[in-house]
């Protein structure tokens, strides 16, 4: 588990936010983490919904986390578990689910319960970044 | 004075072993009171002849001798040869009827339509199972197809010949995975009209069937015991036995609600190739132990079954001459205990 973000370290050059990535397939995690840490971010990963839960309650990442991307189907503790569980404690965190379910009706329950977006895989890099740089700028206009 | 069991029931020939007397063997041998003593056919590569072996009937190329049989009471004759009824006339005993002619292709057309009614039964079934993995099947593809998407979206521009090998070992393994994705979903969704008896090895296919169940469920929490005696090939219709294990395990998993042991056993035990199925789940209902193979019959929510699994299970097992039984006790799990006779092995 990476409790340390990957991505900008430099100070000079802050990142353009934390973003939390929840999913059990490590492919699809190395993809998100080349997309978002080369467009600027930093990321932080957890394979599970049990591990995400754990790493934002981890140090300060309750306060540094700027967007939780969150996959459905997992083991342990699945998304929408953990989405219930982020919702309740960290209602200030957007969550972006990126997911390769297709499903009408989970996407309109997890809207309702305040989610920003439900992608569906395959999801192109420029669709990502879009998401995830109106979700982190929701985070700042949140925190101001 | 009441007849006996033996007395009431009704010992048949069959003459003609071709598509017509395969059908009628399948039928008849799923009715009590029915005995078949023999089927004959001139052609030893007749595919009837095989079907009735495994069902431990009986087979000759002498169909004089087998028309002679003084036990016979009914002669079904679907051989279409027109040499056959005078040969029969000469050599049947006086109390054994004779169904043949006109009358015979009337019972073969009707048993032929009964047949391939079944056929678009267990097909619309398997149909109705790839709709309800419908979710399943589009998250398996899913996922891969995002990973392929991605590397190539990163290879674009890169120019590091470290990167670009790593990055193009990614999509190889995706496209890999997508393509195995693919060939269990063609074993599955075969149509059963052309059947395709091959040596089959069933360790093989259980391992098959548990990658398709996973588009209906998450397998993640489930344990998979394998206990995989060596077992001799069988020769069967793999799409069948495919679609026979698929359905076991995902009822099991169900049964679990993905949680728990599934243990997977094959062996030997006294002529008999033996598959078991066994789940750690809350085990079926006393009630509902009887009725599990009744066409129709469900605990399942509407629209998450078709109640025509097990049904079509069972048919599919009787069909190579194995037998299938549940054995449950509340609180206990379940076990799918089934049985082929070795005659079917390769």
């Known amino acids: 588990m990476a409790l340390w973000p990957f991505g900008v370290h430099d100070r000079e050059h802050p990142s353009l ?17 080349l997309t978002l840490t080369k467009a600027g971010y930093e990321v932080i990963e957890a394979e599970n919904g049990e591990k995400a839960i754990e790493v934002l309650n981890t140090g300060e990442n309750p306060l540094t986390v700027d967007v939780i991307l969150c996959d459905i189907r997992m083991p342990k503790i699945n998304g929408v578990e953990a989405i219930q569980y982020f919702r309740t404690q960290y209602p200030s965190v957007p969550i972006i689910v990126q997911t390769g379910f297709p499903d009408l009706n989970l996407a309109t329950s997890l809207m309702k319960q305040g989610i920003v977006d439900y992608l569906v895989k395959p999801v192109e890099k420029e669709k990502l970044l879009a998401a995830v740089s109106k979700a982190a700028e929701q985070r700042t206009t949140c925190n101001t | 004075m009441k007849p006996t069991a033996a007395e009431q029931s009704l010992f048949v020939v069959i003459l003609g072993a071709g598509k017509g007397g395969s059908a009628l063997i399948e039928l008849l041998t799923r009715c009590s009171g029915i005995r078949i003593l023999g089927v004959a056919d001139s052609n030893p590569d007749a595919p009837g002849l095989q079907l009735a072996r495994y069902h431990y009937i009986p087979t000759t190329s002498d169909i004089a001798w087998l028309v002679a049989r003084d036990e016979a009471s009914l002669i079904i004759d679907v051989t279409g040869d027109p040499a056959i009824p005078s040969l029969i006339a000469r050599h049947k005993s006086p109390k054994t009827e004779v169904l043949g002619g006109i009358a015979a292709r009337l019972i073969w057309s009707l048993i032929q339509a009964e047949h391939e009614m079944y056929e678009h039964l267990a097909h619309a079934e398997k149909l109705s199972t790839l709709g309800i993995f419908t979710a399943g099947i589009a998250h398996e593809f899913n996922n891969p197809l995002h990973g392929i998407m991605g590397f190539s979206q990163h290879l674009q521009g890169e120019t590091d010949p470290a990167i670009i090998s790593e990055y193009s070992r990614e999509i190889v393994t995706l496209t890999r995975r997508l393509s195995e994705m693919t060939k269990g979903l063609n074993l599955y969704a075969r149509t059963g009209q052309m059947p395709e008896i091959t040596d089959v090895q069933i360790p093989q296919l259980l391992d098959e069937a548990i990658k398709m169940a996973a588009f209906s469920t998450m397998l993640d929490e489930v344990t998979v015991v394998r206990n995989y005696a060596p077992v001799p090939d069988m020769q069967v219709n793999p ?3 495919h679609q026979i294990f698929v359905n076991l395990i995902i009822n099991a998993v169900q049964a679990m609600n993905a949680r728990g042991h599934l243990t997977l056993s094959t062996g030997v035990e006294g002529g008999y190739l ?4 066994q789940d750690t789940g809350p085990g079926i209902a006393p009630q509902d132990l009887a009725r599990v193979f009744a066409p129709f019959f469900t605990t399942k929510e509407r629209g998450s079954g078709t109640g025509l699994g097990l049904y079509i299970v069972r048919t599919i097992v009787n069909k190579y001459g194995g037998t299938i039984e549940p054995v449950s ?6 076990t799918f205990r089934i049985q082929f ?3 079917s092995a390769a």
């Open chain 1, 17 to 33: 936010g934390v973003i939390l990535v929840v999913d059990d397939e490590e492919s699809i995690r190395k993809i998100s983490r």
């Open chain 2, 274 to 277: 033996t598959v078991t199925i």
């Open chain 2, 329 to 334: 006790q509340s609180g206990n799990g379940t």
């Open chain 2, 239 to 241: 799409s069948e036995l």
């Open chain 2, 341 to 343: 006779p070795l005659s």
